[in-house]
């Protein structure tokens, strides 16, 4: 076999992608194929990739993972449907009466009049946690708890099964509560809120007993359910989830005994109710400020 020979570029000048290079090794010689004028892509200093069922060209640049996310109210007996991503921080809760915060959501504008402009969105996951459940002696909830006033603690199972015995609330709110997310009012994804599971959330290890912590699904990244092909946010274009209850929440009879409601000490409460999480996770567009 001859020696192996490298052959200089046959363009004079600097080498570069669009010139001509040859391999030889022995008899046998390997070549790059020059590459026509129409298929040189001029360096757009990013990287940029094509998604299945977009249209365009995803610029990483512009582009990032990220979430978008949305808190709603329920309370006891509760049989309205609420909507979700409607009013951003400083506005009413959606089914309640204290102000959202930058925990309760991060969305730029209500989504009733869809994103601002410059904003978009491909939608892979949609995600519902039951985020919290508390208990009132007054007649609305606060975000921040009071003693003897108000309390809150993670999500329990809950359901008059005699081995439950700290209630809560998910069971009652994943078997009679539906989901729909629509965009422009055209329905994109439903089905009961069970199939939409967290992904996220508390995990407690501990060696104390009566310790519950429920999610709405194992709380990890891995176990959320997503879609094949995104929904697709554009601005000013209106988008909302609803959750609608197609039965009356239950209550769980008294304070203090199996059930849904059971908090042994803050008997005396008048209102209890639980807030619940609606996250869209995929690919954001923001504007550069």
């Not at 209106?238 to 005994?257: D, H, I």
């Amino acid at each position: 076999m001859g020696p192996r020979r490298l052959l200089t570029p046959l363009a004079a000048g600097p080498p570069d992608s669009n010139k001509i290079w040859r391999l030889e090794l022995g008899p046998y010689r390997l070549s790059r194929p020059q590459k026509k004028a129409n298929e040189i892509m001029s360096n757009r200093g990013t990287l940029t990739i094509r998604v299945r069922g977009v249209p365009f060209p995803i610029e990483f640049a512009d582009w990032t993972h990220d979430r978008l996310y949305h808190t709603v109210e329920f309370q006891g007996t509760d049989s309205t449907e609420i909507l979700a991503f409607i009013g951003g921080v400083g506005s009413p809760v959606p089914g309640g009466s204290r102000t959202l915060t930058e925990v309760d959501t991060n969305i730029p504008r209500s989504g009733d009049t869809g994103l601002q402009e410059g904003w978009e969105m491909l939608i892979y996951s949609i995600q519902i946690s039951v985020v919290r459940e508390m208990i009132s002696t007054g007649t609305a909830f606060a975000l921040q708890d009071t003693v003897g006033t108000q309390e809150s603690r993670p999500a329990h199972v809950g359901g008059y099964d005699p081995a439950v015995t700290s209630g809560g609330v998910l069971f009652d709110f994943l078997r009679k509560t539906f989901h729909k997310f629509s965009v422009n009012q055209k329905v994109q994804s439903e089905g009961p809120s069970e199939e939409y599971p967290q992904g996220s959330g508390i995990a407690v290890f501990t060696t104390n007993t009566s310790v519950e912590v429920a999610n709405n699904g194992p709380p990890s990244p891995r176990d959320q359910s997503a879609f094949v092909l995104p929904i697709w946010l554009r601005p000013n274009i209106a988008y909302t989830s609803r959750l609608k209850p197609t039965a009356a929440l239950a209550t769980g009879g008294t304070f203090g005994v199996n059930g849904y409601t059971d908090w042994s000490d803050l008997a005396s409460a008048a209102i209890s109710g639980f807030d619940v999480r609606v996250t869209l996770e995929g690919l954001l567009k923001r504007p550069v400020v």
